[in-house]
Every structure is written in C-alpha cells, then in structure tokens.
C-alpha cells in the first residue's frame, strides 16, 4: 500500500510538474503592452479581464439601445412599413455578426485583440454619432407623420435613406468587430494551462454574461425610456456617451493586459492540410496514429501546450501527415503537415454542426425583437394614469431575472456540479446548449398561445389585454438564452484550434447573423405560401396584428424548434465520441 501511495504521489507531481511547464509556455506566448513577454504577477487575471467586462457593459448598452426600439423608429420617422421594418432590424442584427468574422480574423491574424477593438469601438461610435444627428435633423427625415393613421406616409428615399444605413451599418461594422474580440480578449486574460485559472475562466464566461445581461436591462429601461421621452436623437446620443465610456474602461487597462500574439495567415494553415490530404488520397494511412509526422506521444515527455493528440474522425485528412520514406528530402508544408495541425482542422469542421444547430435559436430571438415588441405595442401598456411601458422594454423583462440568476448559479450550482461531473464548468458547455435549446421551444409556445388569447380578446371581445401577459414568453427565452449562449462561447473558446480564439468567438455570434437572416427568410417564405389569393398577403403581411396570424407563425417555429434540439443531441453525441484520442488505447494495450 505505501509503495502505491508512494507511485501515485509520484504521478500527481509530474502532472503538477506538466500544467506548469504548459503553462511557463502560455506565459511566453502572451505579451504585455509593450510587446514584452507577459508577467503572470502583473498581467492577466480578473483584474485585467474587469476592464474588459466594463467595456462589454457599456458596448452591448448602447448597440442595445439602438437595435432593440430600432423598428418603431424605422416606423414611426422613417415611414417604413411593419414587414420591410422587420426585415430592416433583423439584417441589420444579422449583418453585425456577419462582420464578427472580419473582426475574428482582423484579431487573430494581424492586429490582435485589443488594437482591434480600439480601431472598431471608434467605428461603431462613429455611426451613433451620426444615427443621432440624422434623428435631430428634420431635413434628414421624411415629414412627420402618423403611420398608424395616414396610409400615404413618405417613406425615406434617396439621400435621406442613404444617410440612414450608412449609419447604421458604421454601427453594424464596428459592434460586430468589436463583439467576438471582447470575450476573447477577456478570456485570453486567464491560462487554460493552470488549473485555478482554468476555473476562474468558466466564471468569467459568466460574468461576460452578467454584464452583458446588466448592459441589456439598462438599455431596455433608462436608455428606451429616454428614447420614447427626450426622442430619438438624444437616445443616439446617449449611446455613443456609452461606447465612449466602454472604449475608457478598456484603454484604462491597457497595462494589465496580457496580449496574445497575432499569427498572420489562419487559413493558410487549413488550406494546406485539405491540399496535402488530396494530394496523397491514394496512399494508405499507417493502423498506429504515432507513425503519422508530427506525433508526439512519448511516455514521460512533457507535451507542449500547443500540440493536440490524435483523434479517428475524419480518417481522409489524416493522410496529410504520411511521410514519403523514400526521400531524404524535406517536403514541402503544402505536402506534409503534422498531427497538431490535421486536428486543428479536424476541430473546426466538427464544431459545424454544433454551430448550425443555434441557427433556429437566434431566430426565436429576432421575433422577440421584431413581431414581440408589435404584440405588445397592440397591448395595455399602462402601469399608472402617468406612466406607459415602452414596448421595447419588454426585452428587460429577463434581464432583471438574469442579473440575479446568474451570479447565484456560478457561485452555488456551479461548486455543486463539479462535485457531481468533475468538470471546470460544473455544467458540461454542450449539456448546457442542450438544456438551452430544449427551453427556448418552450417560448415559442408560451408566445403562441398569448398572441392567441390577444388577438381573440381584441378581435371577438373587444378588449386590450395587459402587457404583463406577454411576460412568460421573454422569461423562459432569458434563461433559455443564458444556458445556450453562455455555453457555446466557453465550448468554442475551450477548442483546441490555437491561434483562432478570436475567430471561434466570431463564429459563435455568426450563428446570430444567420438565425437573424433566416428569420428574414422564413417571414417571406411563410407570407408567400400563405397567400391563398390575390387580396390575402400571408400570416404576416397585412401590418395589422388583428388580422396577420403571428400566432401560427410561432407554432411554425416552435415545432423547428423542438426538431432542431433532435438534431443537436445527435450531433452533441457525435462531437463527444468523435473527439476522443485513440492513442490512450494504443499505449494501453502496449502495457497489457
């Protein structure tokens, strides 16, 4: 029993002995401001990552702003209608995470993170700047007029509209290269090498979100309110006084940061796996992985934090790593690549999947931004004989469960989970999708059978009901979006694709764009072939709640939603088997 003990001490020192050495590597890779390496003592931590949350607070407080009452100002000043509106918000929503990627691959190639989100903080600031001035100026408008009322209102036209989405998309090209870079950048402030920051980084995937979350319940409170009662120019404005606060905040850290290295190229990388692969498609891969170039599974060796080990899937590219014997000569990196980086590319093409099934998720969010702030438009929004809510400050309504919810499940369900699971995150990240995505069917349900009781009550009975029905639907969707969203941002920052962290978080808020742009899709989709005659315009097409069918249109996406959570726990299945190393079983059958 000693001499047991006493090996088992032994292998608990070298694996102590290994996370450190990953981790001196990690250090090295990072750099401070001036370009130096990193000093674990100075740099990194939560302190520096507290900057970062700041500017995330303040960012997601104006975007929030500005995008969440957006379509009653395209309405009401621009004189656009209901549909064209919806389809205005939601491509402006998609395309800022269609930008995410350039801000991805900007960060991770050339610029790094913070220079990124420097450049592309003043960018967005820019275009509040000049929504704010266009909302002032009347001869940037069209006349005033009640669209609720007058059916022949001018729409915005020529340079008046011109000016309206060169603004808008200043804002969308600077929020969605600034987004991705934010978490990464606060993530890249803690080594996954260490075990303690290992676990402070999950906790950090959660303050992202509490800040975010208290970003969002200001904006859809004070700043909305602003917007309904000082008018829309001043609500502009108080959105690029927040950008500017968020750019102070993180400039204010600019000497605490540990910075990670760009590394040029990213694709260059993948493309020359896929080429290799090709290349060498009739050779015969070896039956041990540890014969691939590249390998390095050697007992007792302390294994660089950047090398991956060897998994089955995707078996075709693994011929990019066979090394021709028969030359002395040293191939080319378009002909021969190692294991790490086959893997690399083996990563991301499983994380498609994974990726493709939030689509459907993002696209219940556009409806509570778009048609769910017009359902409550036509509702009782009277909470005294004074006071209105704004009706797109129903969107606070599970922010104000969230900034609660969250710090009480990272400080009480997360230490009870990881005695249970053994994992960082208490809760796997992709059981947490999961657990999300089953939800959030659960919303388009509640939103269903609400728009079904107003639209009869309004109809049938004549009577408006309250707002605060309207509730039920945004709180299940709030927690929905805190397991879902939270989830797959630490599962794609966590992949092991080294020197694309940046680019991974772009991806996850690409799934944004395209939820946003399907939802686009699918309202012209569903108007189409619910236009049984040449008067009918479809469930959604007459601008009139009281006579479109909103509530079809959510049983629509709940029952996409329930197939879709199918389809990921299939596939969740698949990343998790697929992912594991079969070198474990190799050397063990060495020692049998």
């Given at each position: 029993?000693?001499?047991?003990?006493?090996?088992?001490?032994?292998?608990?020192?070298?694996e102590v002995s290994n996370e450190m050495n990953?981790?001196?590597?990690?250090?090295?890779?990072?750099?401070?401001?001036?370009?130096?390496?990193?000093?674990?003592?100075?740099?990194?931590?939560?302190?520096?990552?507290?900057?970062?949350?700041?500017?995330?607070?303040?960012?997601?407080?104006?975007?929030?702003?500005?995008?969440?009452?957006?379509?009653?100002?395209?309405?009401?000043?621009?004189?656009?209608?209901?549909?064209?509106?919806?389809?205005?918000?939601?491509?402006?929503?998609?395309?800022?995470?269609?930008?995410?990627?350039?801000?991805?691959?900007?960060?991770?190639?050339?610029?790094?993170?913070?220079?990124?989100?420097?450049?592309?903080?003043?960018?967005?600031?820019?275009?509040?700047?000049?929504?704010?001035?266009?909302?002032?100026?009347?001869?940037?408008?069209?006349?005033?007029?009640?669209?609720?009322?007058?059916?022949?209102?001018?729409?915005?036209?020529?340079?008046?509209?011109?000016?309206?989405?060169?603004?808008?998309?200043?804002?969308?090209?600077?929020?969605?290269?600034?987004?991705?870079?934010?978490?990464?950048?606060?993530?890249?402030?803690?080594?996954?090498?260490?075990?303690?920051?290992?676990?402070?980084?999950?906790?950090?995937?959660?303050?992202?979100?509490?800040?975010?979350?208290?970003?969002?319940?200001?904006?859809?409170?004070?700043?909305?309110?602003?917007?309904?009662?000082?008018?829309?120019?001043?609500?502009?404005?108080?959105?690029?006084?927040?950008?500017?606060i968020g750019l102070i905040s993180l400039v204010?850290?600019?000497?605490?940061?540990?910075?990670?290295?760009?590394?040029?190229?990213?694709?260059?990388?993948?493309?020359?796996?896929?080429?290799?692969?090709?290349?060498?498609?009739?050779?015969?891969?070896?039956?041990?992985?540890?014969?691939?170039?590249?390998?390095?599974?050697?007992?007792?060796?302390?294994?660089?934090?950047?090398?991956?080990?060897?998994?089955?899937?995707?078996?075709?590219?693994?011929?990019?790593?066979?090394?021709?014997?028969e030359t002395n000569t040293k191939e080319s990196?378009?002909?021969?690549?190692?294991?790490?980086?086959?893997?690399?590319?083996?990563?991301?093409?499983?994380?498609?999947?994974?990726?493709?099934?939030?689509?459907?998720?993002?696209?219940?969010?556009?409806?509570?931004?778009?048609?769910?702030?017009?359902?409550?438009?036509?509702?009782?929004?009277?909470?005294?004989?004074?006071?209105?809510?704004?009706?797109?400050?129903?969107?606070?309504?599970?922010?104000?469960?969230?900034?609660?919810?969250?710090?009480?499940?990272?400080?009480?369900?997360?230490?009870?989970?990881?005695?249970?699971?053994?994992?960082?995150?208490?809760?796997?990240?992709?059981?947490?999708?999961?657990?999300?995505?089953?939800?959030?069917?659960?919303?388009?349900?509640?939103?269903?059978?609400?728009?079904?009781?107003?639209?009869?009550?309004?109809?049938?009975?004549?009577?408006?009901?309250?707002?605060?029905?309207?509730?039920?639907?945004?709180?299940?969707?709030?927690?929905?979006?805190?397991?879902?969203?939270?989830?797959?941002?630490?599962?794609?920052?966590?992949?092991?694709?080294?020197?694309?962290?940046?680019?991974?978080?772009?991806?996850?808020?690409?799934?944004?764009?395209?939820?946003?742009?399907?939802?686009?899709?699918?309202?012209?989709?569903?108007?189409?072939?619910?236009?049984?005659?040449?008067?009918?315009?479809?469930?959604?097409?007459?601008?009139?709640?009281?006579?479109?069918?909103?509530?079809?249109?959510?049983?629509?996406?709940?029952?996409?939603?329930?197939?879709?959570?199918?389809?990921?726990?299939?596939?969740?299945?698949?990343?998790?088997?697929?992912?594991?190393?079969?070198?474990?079983?190799?050397?063990?059958?060495?020692?049998?």
């Amino acid at each position: 029993m000693a001499e047991i003990n006493k090996q088992s001490n032994k292998w608990e020192q070298e694996e102590v002995s290994n996370e450190m050495n990953n981790w001196e590597l990690a250090e090295e890779e990072s750099v401070d401001w001036r370009g130096r390496p990193s000093n674990p003592n100075k740099h990194g931590g939560m302190r520096a990552a507290l900057f970062v949350l700041g500017l995330q607070a303040f960012e997601i407080m104006g975007i929030a702003a500005v995008g969440n009452n957006l379509i009653t100002y395209v309405i009401n000043e621009m004189h656009f209608p209901l549909s064209k509106a919806a389809n205005i918000v939601t491509n402006f929503v998609g395309t800022i995470f269609i930008f995410a990627l350039l801000g991805g691959y900007l960060s991770d190639a050339f610029l790094g993170s913070f220079w990124t989100i420097l450049i592309f903080g003043f960018v967005e600031l820019s275009g509040f700047i000049l929504l704010s001035v266009q909302a002032h100026l009347p001869q940037l408008k069209p006349p005033k007029c009640n669209p609720l009322i007058d059916q022949t209102c001018e729409e915005a036209k020529g340079l008046k509209a011109m000016i309206f989405f060169m603004a808008l998309y200043l804002v969308a090209l600077g929020s969605g290269c600034v987004k991705p870079n934010m978490i990464a950048h606060g993530a890249d402030q803690f080594s996954q090498s260490h075990p303690k920051q290992s676990k402070r980084l999950s906790s950090y995937f959660n303050a992202a979100y509490f800040a975010f979350s208290m970003g969002e319940l200001i904006a859809l409170t004070l700043l909305v309110w602003v917007q309904t009662h000082s008018g829309m120019d001043v609500g502009f404005g108080v959105s690029a006084a927040a950008m500017t606060i968020g750019l102070i905040s993180l400039v204010s850290g600019t000497m605490y940061f540990r910075n990670k290295r760009p590394r040029r190229s990213i694709f260059t990388p993948i493309a020359q796996v896929v080429v290799a692969a090709i290349l060498k498609r009739k050779l015969v891969s070896p039956s041990d992985p540890r014969m691939l170039h590249g390998d390095h599974h050697v007992a007792n060796d302390v294994v660089p934090s950047s090398t991956l080990p060897h998994t089955p899937r995707f078996r075709f590219l693994d011929k990019a790593c066979i090394k021709i014997q028969e030359t002395n000569t040293k191939e080319s990196p378009w002909r021969l690549c190692t294991v790490t980086q086959v893997e690399q590319v083996k990563t991301l093409i499983s994380l498609v999947p994974i990726f493709a099934s939030t689509i459907v998720f993002n696209t219940i969010l556009a409806q509570l931004q778009t048609f769910s702030v017009q359902q409550g438009s036509s509702m009782n929004t009277r909470l005294s004989n004074s006071f209105h809510i704004p009706p797109a400050s129903l969107q606070a309504i599970p922010y104000i469960l969230l900034i609660f919810l969250v710090p009480l499940y990272d400080s009480l369900l997360v230490p009870f989970a990881r005695k249970l699971t053994g994992h960082n995150s208490g809760i796997p990240p992709l059981t947490r999708i999961g657990v999300g995505l089953f939800l959030s069917t659960f919303s388009m349900v509640s939103a269903a059978m609400l728009e079904k009781k107003r639209r009869d009550s309004s109809v049938l009975d004549g009577r408006i009901l309250s707002i605060f029905w309207i509730t039920p639907q945004f709180l299940i969707f709030g927690v929905s979006e805190m397991f879902t969203a939270v989830g797959l941002i630490e599962f794609f920052y966590k992949q092991s694709a080294k020197g694309m962290e940046s680019f991974l978080m772009a991806l996850t808020y690409c799934s944004y764009s395209f939820g946003f742009y399907f939802s686009s899709v699918l309202v012209s989709v569903v108007n189409k072939i619910t236009s049984t005659s040449v008067d009918s315009k479809g469930w959604l097409g007459e601008n009139d709640l009281n006579k479109d069918r909103l509530d079809l249109f959510y049983w629509l996406l709940a029952v996409l939603s329930l197939l879709n959570f199918l389809s990921y726990l299939f596939w969740s299945r698949w990343n998790i088997k697929s992912s594991r190393s079969n070198t474990t079983n190799v050397v063990g059958d060495e020692n049998i």
